[in-house]
């Protein structure tokens, strides 16, 4: 059995996952009701305080269970990689519209109507998750109609399920000289292990969160002399991609980008910080 861990079991003295009940001890045990978060892009955190740092992000249309609500905040469980925390309750919606669509390239804009020329509504990140309810054309630019009316150019967006590649290291080097942003997970910011997780989820890969949990179980265990393209490297609290035999490809705070550097003298470098790598792993197919 799992061993319990707060970022992917929702538990609390007073409330708990009705599917822990057995396991854990809380006053009540709740199903939680679903939601779906409705801005670009929010932080959720491991406790219910702006002040506090973010574990990682969830993007426009991803869904939700919500176990809690109450001064302003929700304590939930994400549906895509099961990480729990507490996030603004401003930026979640009930809606009944399934997403069709994601987002295919790093960062796009919505607009108030299917018009380029249009000031800007938001901003999304690859990954995000649209409701198609109609299409328009204006100028020779085909747009993506939402229910709101807002508009998104549709050559940004593929139908859910499908995926522009199966090349996730491809899909990661997209995002070279996007700042680096502890807990990020999109096309604004992203850390290590948010790169790793977003690029391999846009190949239609499953990926937990965290460095920690990709270096205990993502892929197969490999020995640093068999290391290719598209393998991962660990270190302890760092995640990078192996673009080739000889470079590495990672979020990081030294360059405070996502940036390309020599594997061997980022070996010596990282050192200095995490000691030396502690695993290599080769993600499924």
Known sequence: MMALDRRLHAYRDDLADAALQGRVSATRFTAGEPARVAVPVTGLRPKPDAASGIDTELLFGEDVIVFDRADGWAWIQAKSDGYVGYLPESTLATTTDQPT??????????????????????????????AVAGEAETRGTRYFLLADGRAVVAGHCLPLGTYATDDFVAVAARFIETPYLWGGRSGFGIDCSGLVQLALQMTGR????????????????????????????????????????????????????????????????????????????????
């Open 101 to 130: 669509h994601h987002v295919i390239v790093p960062r796009t804009f919505l607009y108030p109507g299917a018009d380029l020329r249009f000031p800007v509504s938001a901003a999304l990140s690859m990954g995000s998750r649209i």
């Open 206 to 285: 499953a990926a937990p969160r965290d460095s920690d949990m990709q270096a205990a179980g993502l892929g197969a265990v490999i020995a640093r002399e068999e290391l290719r393209r598209g393998d991962l490297v660990f270190w302890k609290g760092h995640a990078g991609i192996m673009a080739d035999e000889k470079t590495l490809l990672h979020a990081n705070g030294h360059t405070m980008t996502v940036a390309l550097e020599d594997f061997e003298a980022a070996v010596q470098r990282i050192g200095w910080l995490y000691e030396m790598p502690t695993g290599y792993r080769r993600p499924v197919a």
